[in-house]
Structures are given as structure tokens and as C-alpha cells.
């Protein structure tokens, strides 16, 4: 499994990258940014709670003095992140909340080395500022900045917490012995209860029961977007440090403009295409060096 973490983690930026595919054909049906996170959350939570209820029922099971970890991933992580993100979204530009949002990685970085005592090395610096400079290439904020407000970047670097706060929750929960399917699972029902109260929940149910293959859509959308890369980004970070992690994920933006490209007929700069290129370096600068790989091995039992 530590050969293949990294590579989980990528895949969870992948399949989140694809939510543009999701989330258009949710807009057509009039819903709203809030409604399409509900939607998301409850569709998740109710799939994982008949899995886990049918074939894996103990991890069911919490200790509610551990309750604080599954209420960080999905108020302070999930709710508060999509709050804080849809807010910069009406108050600036799409570019440049989503440059503030790729903030996180640092966020992990700073929190990960005060709260587990993970090392800064030149390696990861390196990787951040690539990661960090590609993400602004790519969504073109330096070519179409938008108006910029105080309030646009308070929301935007608020988002940016909360979705690095996932990282920093999901380890406390790891660390207390929990499986990934607990904390995914759990994360969602609180994130549902949590976002229920701001969506319009006649319009969703009118439109995932609008047919069966609107249903079986909203469905994939859970499973795709939600359930498996939450999955594997959490089994992830049983093997990849938060602050590495986080940079990985990092190909999500990557995913989205070139399924923009190739689905929509979206254009790419020359600068977005000089981002992209920054964001795989970067991964690539994120493997572990080949001594300290082989180092692991000598140790695993």
C-alpha cells in the first residue's frame, strides 16, 4: 500500500477534477451551488451508510469522545470550505477563487509541522511554489484578475482553510484508529446535516427523481466525485504526509481544464499550458527520493 499511496492520492485529484462534468448538467436543472454540495453530501452519506450497514457494519461504530474529529471533517472541513468558497465566488472572479482556494497546501504545510511535526525541506518548498504558481497559470487570474475585494479574499483563503483542515482532521481520525470508510462516511452525514438547512431540498429531489437516468446520475456523481476519491485520498494519508498529500491533490485543477479542453472545446492559453506543465513537475517533485523509498521497504513487515 505505501507503493501505491501517492498514486491513491492522484487519483483522488483526478476524479475530483471531473466535477465540472457533474456539476453543469446540476446547473442546467436550476440548482444552486449550495443545493449541488447537499446533494453531494447526502447521496454519499446514504450509499456508504447501506454499504457499510450490508457488508462492513463494525466500522459503523464511533467512540463519542472522537466525535470532534468526524465534526472537523464535515463542518469545519466540507460545510465551512463550500460556505466559504461559494461566498468568494459572488464576491470575485472564478480565477481567483480558485487560486485562493489552492492556498490549502500551504495551510497543510504550516499546520502539519506544528501539529504532527512534519519537517519543511527544499523539496516540498519547491513543489508549492510550482504547485501554487501553476494553479494561477491555469485559471488565467494574472490575464483576467477579476475585482478583488477584501472581503473576495478573506472568503477565498477561508475556503482554502477549510478544505486543508480535511487533511489535518482525517489524520487525528487515522491516527484513533479509524478506516477511511468511517471518516468518509461520517464526514458526509454531518456535512449533510450541516448544508440541508441552507439548500432548497423540494428543487434537488425534483430533480434527481426527474428519471431513472437522472437518478442513476446523481448516483455517479456521489460514488465518482465523492466516495472514491475521498477513499483513496484517505487511505492515502495513512502512507504520505499531509503537506505532500496536499500537493498532489493539487492536479485537480489540472483535471478540469484539460476535461474543459476536451469536453466543452474550452481554450488554453500559452500561460495555462506552461501552469499545467508546472503542476505535473511538481508532482513528479513530490515522490519520495529512491533512498529513503528503499529505506521503507527494508522496514515494512
Known amino acids: 500500500m505505501k507503493k501505491t499511496a501517492s498514486l491513491l492520492i492522484l487519483a483522488a485529484g483526478i476524479l475530483w477534477g471531473s466535477m465540472g462534468l457533474f456539476v453543469r448538467k446540476l446547473d442546467l436543472y436550476g440548482l444552486t451551488s449550495i443545493d449541488i454540495v447537499a446533494l453531494r453530501a447526502m447521496v454519499t452519506s446514504v450509499f456508504l451508510f447501506l454499504f457499510l450497514l450490508i457488508f462492513r457494519r463494525k466500522l459503523l461504530r464511533i467512540r463519542l469522545r472522537d ?12 460545510a465551512f470550505f463550500n460556505f466559504c468558497y461559494f461566498k468568494a465566488i459572488t464576491l470575485t472572479s472564478l480565477s481567483a477563487a480558485a487560486v485562493l482556494l489552492y492556498t490549502a497546501p500551504a495551510i497543510v504545510m504550516v499546520l502539519s ?5 512534519e519537517r519543511f525541506t527544499k523539496r516540498k518548498l519547491l513543489a508549492l511554489f510550482m504547485t501554487f504558481f501553476g494553479c494561477v497559470l491555469v485559471t488565467g487570474v494574472l490575464t483576467e484578475p477579476g475585482n478583488l475585494s477584501a472581503g473576495g479574499i478573506l472568503a477565498g483563503l477561508g475556503a482554502g482553510l477549510g478544505y486543508a483542515l480535511y ?20 464526514t458526509f452525514l454531518i456535512a449533510a446535516v450541516g448544508t440541508v438547512f441552507m439548500a432548497d431540498i423540494g428543487k434537488v429531489g425534483r430533480a434527481a ?16 466525485c465523492t466516495v472514491v476519491p475521498y477513499l483513496t485520498y484517505t487511505l492515502g494519508l495513512q502512507f504520505v504526509e499531509n503537506s505532500r498529500a496536499s500537493i498532489i491533490a493539487s492536479v485537480e485543477p489540472v483535471t478540469a481544464t484539460l476535461l474543459g479542453l476536451a469536453v466543452f472545446g474550452e481554450k488554453l492559453s500559452a500561460a495555462g499550458a506552461a501552469g499545467v506543465v508546472l503542476v505535473l513537475a511538481a508532482l513528479v517533485l513530490c515522490r519520495e527520493p529512491k533512498k529513503k523509498r528503499k529505506a521503507n521497504v527494508g522496514t515494512e513487515k
Not at 466525535?67 to 466540507?78: K, P
Not at 431513472?212 to 446520475?217: E, K, T
Request: glycine letters at 10%.
Open 67 to 78: 466525535l470532534w474529529c468526524f465534526l472537523g471533517t464535515g463542518i469545519a472541513s466540507i
Open 113 to 117: 509541522r506544528f501539529l504532527f511535526g
Open 167 to 186: 487533511s489535518v482532521f482525517s489524520r487525528y481520525a487515522l491516527e484513533r484508529g479509524y478506516h477511511s470508510l468511517t471518516i468518509t462516511f461520517y
Open 209 to 224: 427523481s426527474d428519471s431513472a437516468s437522472m437518478l442513476l446520475f446523481c448516483i455517479a456523481f456521489g460514488v465518482l
